[in-house]
């Protein structure tokens, strides 16, 4: 298995402009969530997936827009890049968590350096 | 709200010395916690997870946490301290579905 793989690994844009991260599992995980990281911030919640065609908001979602089409992917949209959307962007799944509570372990990609100028 | 708070920017340990990492949540139903590593430029690394049962958790690389209800802590520690150990730790719990809520995290350096 791959696990979680992100393209691309770095980007630089410019203000204004679109670009999707991509964000692909091949482990038949139901949840799938993005995170993006500043320093002395630590990770915080953008999105997040429970299945295929459900998605909702986390923490930070203003600014970009999530799909879920299918298990495996779950991209994750820049509409018109700011400035303030530099970070580094992480992609996590799992498994569903069971009816009694608890969580399965996430999985983290390995990051998408985004610079925006 | 749920949060995480991970009180120690910075830490500096002498290689070979004990290491204690301190995390507190907020959150109202039974945590599930979690402590990840992060080395620079690289992605995170799970240590350890604990979901119920023994409040004393066994993760990878020698690392354990103590779960302590009545404190609202998980903190992190190891005996021994290695080099290699040098990196931002990050304490997160579950806020449902799979997501975390992270602390800001605490930066180790090790001294020689």
């Known amino acids: 298995n791959a696990g979680v793989t992100q393209t691309p690994k770095f980007q630089v844009l410019k203000t204004g402009q679109s670009m999707t991260l991509q964000c692909a599992q091949d482990?038949?995980?139901?949840?799938m969530s993005w995170y993006r990281q500043d320093p002395g911030m630590g990770l915080r919640l953008i999105h997040y997936?429970?299945?295929?065609?459900?998605?909702d908001q986390g923490e930070v979602p203003n600014g970009y827009n999530v799909s879920r089409s299918t298990t495996e992917d779950f991209p994750l949209r820049l509409l018109s890049a700011a400035p303030s959307q530099t970070s580094v962007y992480f992609c996590?799944?799992?498994?569903?968590?069971?009816?009694?509570?608890?969580?399965?372990?996430?999985?983290f990609g390995p990051g998408t350096r985004l610079t925006v100028t | 709200a749920q949060s995480v708070t991970q009180p120690d920017i910075h830490i500096t340990v002498s290689e070979g010395a004990s290491l204690e990492l301190r995390c507190n949540y907020s959150?109202?139903?039974?945590?599930?916690l979690f402590w990840y590593v992060q080395s620079p430029g690289q992605g995170l690394q799970l240590l350890l997870k604990?979901?119920?049962?023994?409040?004393l958790v066994q993760g990878i690389k020698g690392f354990e946490a103590e779960f302590k209800r009545s404190q609202s802590s998980f903190n992190l520690r190891k005996p021994s301290v290695h080099w290699s150990d040098a990196a931002e730790y990050f304490c997160?719990?579950?806020?449902?579905?799979?997501?975390?809520?992270f602390g800001k995290g605490t930066m180790l350096l090790v001294s020689p």
């Open positions: 996590a799944s799992s498994l569903a968590g069971t009816s009694g509570g608890g969580s399965y372990e996430q999985y």
């Open positions: 482990m038949n995980h139901e949840y």
């Open positions: 997936s429970v299945g295929a065609g459900i998605t």
């Open positions: 959150y109202g139903a039974t945590p599930y």
């Open positions: 604990y979901f119920s049962g023994d409040t």
């Open positions: 997160a719990v579950d806020t449902g579905y799979s997501t975390l809520t």
